[in-house]
């Protein structure tokens, strides 16, 4: 395996076979890593929420110059195949049921002033979200519940390394009855719309090309971290993204050994997914009582609770610890992609 890119002038928190966990701000962890040195950056910064978040969000109106100023960093730190895939949630603006433009501007901003392509957006459903807000939803109701974040995929440059193959969704039951028998259901002809419909679209291509809708409820559980923080009473970042959503783009947007960096890295969730697809990761986060948490998603299941709260200890303290033994990756649950 090829080295970890060096963040020069600081320290990991904690080591993996694989990846590293860092304490501190992330743009001054940005400034120590080499130019082109990070293929994918994942990450899901926190919101701009009316009310203020334990993980530090923004106010609506600061948020976009603070996000830009990351931005500006990532774009040195990527190759220019590499790509930038930021999961951003939607808010209301105070006081009134009409929304904030918040995630659009950042994008015109990432593409106008800092140079970035947009390759596509995605949108992240959670069916099982609380409906909300709770004024304009449940009191009121006047709007539907807001269930979608709007992910933007950026690139570097109009051509990033990308493989959808790699990420093929399960055939739906009627698909699965044409393979079977492709002539009984259609015939090779021009649809009333233009797009020609040849022989090839009966071959079984191991799955369907999924689409920019994502389909992820947000309530897989954390098993062994939750377990964890209720061991050593630490408190569990209360804004976790499932598996699902980081995993689809690692595997989309990366190969074995590529470099994957989360910069609001929170529980470490990118992490994790990274080292079980063999990719090498760098995740930086802010808080140390979340950074010394997150170590539990990589430690061994038959670890003994002492030592456990001895590793977590040790990372509370600023001493750094190798974790040689990772836990075994949960499988991607609940993932659709509309067809």
């Not at 992240?124 to 519940?145: D, F, G, Q, T």
């Not at 990274?274 to 995740?283: D, K, N, P, T």
């Amino acid at each position: 395996m090829a080295q970890l890119p060096v963040v020069k002038g600081f320290s990991p928190a904690y080591t993996t076979g694989q990846g590293a966990a860092y304490c501190g701000d992330s743009l001054e962890l940005l400034d120590g890593l080499a130019s082109r040195s990070v293929n994918l950056v994942m990450t899901s910064p926190p919101f701009p929420l009316l009310r203020e978040k334990t993980y530090g969000n923004k106010d609506q109106t600061e948020y976009v110059d603070w996000l830009v100023r990351f931005g500006e960093k990532i774009h040195r730190v990527l190759p220019d195949d590499g790509s930038f895939v930021i999961d951003v949630g939607g808010a209301y603006q105070r006081g009134v049921p009409t929304r904030s433009l918040h995630q659009f501007r950042l994008l015109l901003r990432l593409c106008d002033d800092i140079g970035f392509h947009l390759a596509e957006e995605f949108y992240w459903h959670n069916p099982a979200k609380l409906p909300s807000p709770i004024e304009w939803v449940n009191k009121r109701k006047i709007r539907a519940k807001d269930s979608v974040n709007t992910v933007w995929w950026l690139s570097k440059s109009p051509w990033p390394k990308a493989d959808i193959t790699k990420v093929l969704a399960p055939y739906s039951e009627r698909m699965k009855t044409l393979l079977k028998d492709p002539t009984k259901f259609y015939k090779p002809k021009s649809r009333p719309s233009g797009h020609a419909i040849g022989e090839g679209f009966a071959r079984d291509n191991g799955g369907a090309i999924p689409s920019n809708l994502i389909a992820l409820s947000n309530t897989e559980s954390n098993g062994f971290y939750d377990r964890s923080c209720k061991l050593v009473d630490a408190a569990r970042h209360p804004a976790r993204f499932p598996a699902g959503l980081p995993e689809f783009f690692v595997k989309f947007l990366t190969t074995s050994d590529d470099v994957v960096l989360d910069i609001f890295g929170g529980s470490n969730v990118t992490g994790q997914v990274a080292e079980g697809l063999q990719r090498r990761w760098l995740s930086f986060e802010l808080d140390n009582k979340f950074v010394a948490a997150s170590a539990f998603r990589f430690m061994s299941r038959d670890m003994r609770a002492e030592a456990i709260k001895r590793s977590h200890q040790k990372i509370i303290e600023g001493e750094c610890i190798h974790i040689p033994d990772t836990a075994p990756q949960p499988p991607l649950t609940g993932l659709r992609a509309a067809e």
